[in-house]
């Protein structure tokens, strides 16, 4: 090689590294539930409610299928003190309660039941909520962009994007939010 392929090379490396530096960062908003943990909780909320002393012989029990979580027992008064076992088994293991929509207590027959939905996902209109935040009190450099159940978050400026994720945790949303592929 002579010394101009070399002078090209090195400066074309030297280029490709300065524009590598200059790439936005990002990070991305998304709802979704840790399966495994909520399953702890549902098998540590099972089993305290087939051990203790207040819940014997009140048919009480709590089962997942599917996307849906089953709450049942004999009594209204037991079905939410049930519920109330999960909802703390929950709260434990660092699953979000707002990952529930919480039905009310129906009677079925001789039992009293509760379905709690999994919600998972930020919908099209909970990601306009955080985008209009985001330009209304965000740092001026942070851009929001829409990519189905999720949000991508970017900026020049890391500095930016971590004032962007404590404008979203500080914010009272209805839906509970985490942030992935920081990068």
């Known amino acids: 090689m002579n010394s101009r392929a070399l002078t090209k090379d090195f400066s074309l490396n030297l280029a490709s590294r300065y524009l590598w530096a200059m790439a936005d960062s990002s990070f991305d908003v998304v709802s979704k539930v840790d399966r495994m943990e909520l399953d702890n909780a549902l098998n540590q909320a099972s089993r305290e409610v087939s051990t203790r002393f207040d819940f014997k012989n009140t048919g009480v029990k709590i089962e997942m299928s599917g996307e849906k979580i089953l709450v049942e027992a ?33 009677q079925s027959g001789k039992v ?35 990519q189905g159940d999720e949000l991508r978050v970017s900026s020049k400026s890391r500095d930016d994007l971590q004032t962007a994720i404590a404008l979203i945790k500080g914010a009272k949303l209805d839906f509970a939010v985490q942030f992935t592929n920081y990068r």
């Not at 109330?84 to 039905?103: C, G, P, Q």
């Not at 709690?116 to 942070?142: H, M, R, W």
């Open 74 to 106: 004999e009594t209204e008064e037991r079905v939410k003190a049930a519920l109330d076992v999960l909802k703390e088994k929950m709260i434990k293991r660092n699953v979000s309660l707002k990952h529930l929509d919480i039905a009310d207590p129906a």
């Open 112 to 146: 009293y039941r509760i379905f709690c939905t999994i919600k998972e996902g930020i919908s099209q209109e909970n990601a306009k909520k955080i985008t209009k935040l985001l330009k209304d009190e965000g740092p001026k450099s942070v851009r929001a962009q829409i």
